[in-house]
Nanobody
Framework: QVQLVESGGGLVQAGGSLRLSCAAS????????MGWFRQAPGKEREFVAG????????DYADSVKGRFTISGDNAKNTVYLEMNSLKPEDTAVYYC????????????????????WGQGTQVTVSS
């Protein structure tokens, strides 16, 4: 069983930055691919960023490319999402997700591809 706990959300002005953290309790954390998703009110949960097993590959939604960075620290069993140049449209609940890796460069882009989820952390960007 994998447990994920997100932190770091909050209220920030447009143009500001936040760093989200996702702490995982899992044996062999480095065997998992990790993803960040977000869900705004009335919208479906969408892919934001993903990183493959042992960080060999990463990918981002077009809407956040160049502004967000995903990274992992296997020693701390933690994955991060550094968010810069935040926009009001980034406002959402952000979720961390984990899936036992399906390949060295595998990144999942859809919620159904991940078996484990955190409880979410709210990010609000004011204009």
């Amino acid at each position: 069983q994998v447990q994920l706990v997100e932190s770091g959300g909050g209220l920030v002005q447009a143009g500001g930055s936040l760093r989200l953290s996702c702490a995982a309790s899992a044996p062999s954390f480095s065997n998992y691919a990790m993803g960040w998703f977000r869900q705004a009110p009335g919208k479906e949960r969408e892919f934001v960023a993903g990183i493959s097993w042992r960080g060999e590959s990463e990918d981002y939604a077009d809407s956040v490319k160049g502004r967000f960075t995903i990274s992992g620290d296997n020693a701390k069993n933690t994955v991060y999402l550094e968010m810069n140049s935040l926009k009001p449209e980034d406002t959402a609940v952000y979720y961390c997700a984990a899936q036992l890796a399906r390949g060295r460069t595998w990144v999942g882009y859809y919620p159904y591809e991940y078996a484990y989820w955190g409880q979410g952390t709210q990010v609000t960007v004011s204009s």
